[in-house]
C-alpha cells in the first residue's frame, strides 16, 4: 500500500476540506502513487478517484429515541427529578386535582342518598380546609363517622 500522504494533502487543498474528509478510492491507490503535481490530483478529483466526504454530525436518532421514551412516561424515577415535588407540579394544581376528586366523590354519594345533604355539607367544608388527603382518606373518615356502610361506593 503506498504512502499517499502527499495526494491527500494536496486534495484537501484543492477540495477545501481537511484531510480526514479527503476519499480516496482503494482500487486506484497505485496508480495515485504517480499522481505528484496539483495537476495531476485535479485530474483524479475529476475521475471521481478522489472525493470529498460529507460533514459527520451528531446523530439525533438516539435522542428522538430517547424523548419517545419520555412522552410514554419513561425516565421519571427519583433519579431523574431535578426540583421540588411543588415545582414539577405546581402546589396549586395538585390541589385542584385533589379536591375536583374529593368534592365529585361527595356530589355522588350525595345523590346516590349515601350519605344526608347536611353530612355531605359538612364533609364538603372539611374537605375545603385541606383535611382528606385523597379520596380514599375522605371515604376512611366517612366510614370511621359512621355515615358509610357499604363496601365501596
Not at 491507490?29 to 459527520?56: C, F, M, N, W, Y
Not at 354519594?109 to 375522605?138: N, V
Not at 371515604?139 to 365501596?152: I, P, S, Y
Request: with cysteine; charged share 35%; glycine share 8%.
Amino acid at each position: 500500500m503506498p504512502d499517499l500522504s502527499n495526494q491527500r494533502r494536496l486534495a484537501a487543498a484543492l477540495l477545501k476540506c481537511g484531510e480526514g474528509r479527503v476519499w480516496i478510492d482503494p482500487a486506484s491507490q497505485e496508480e495515485l502513487a504517480d499522481a505528484v503535481t496539483r495537476s495531476d490530483v485535479r485530474s483524479a478529483i475529476k475521475a471521481g478517484v478522489i472525493r470529498r466526504l460529507p460533514v459527520a454530525g451528531t446523530s439525533r436518532g438516539r435522542a428522538r429515541q430517547h424523548d419517545a421514551e419520555v412522552r410514554k412516561g419513561r425516565h421519571s424515577g427519583p433519579g431523574s427529578r431535578r426540583g421540588t415535588p411543588a415545582s414539577r407540579i405546581s402546589r396549586k394544581s395538585r390541589w385542584m386535582r385533589r379536591i375536583r376528586a374529593q368534592r365529585s366523590l361527595l356530589r355522588e354519594l350525595r345523590e346516590q342518598r349515601k350519605i344526608t345533604p347536611g353530612i355531605y355539607r359538612e364533609f364538603f367544608r372539611r374537605a375545603k380546609g385541606g383535611m382528606f388527603r385523597s379520596r380514599a382518606h375522605l371515604l376512611v373518615n366517612l366510614r370511621l363517622a359512621g355515615h358509610l356502610t357499604e363496601a365501596r361506593p
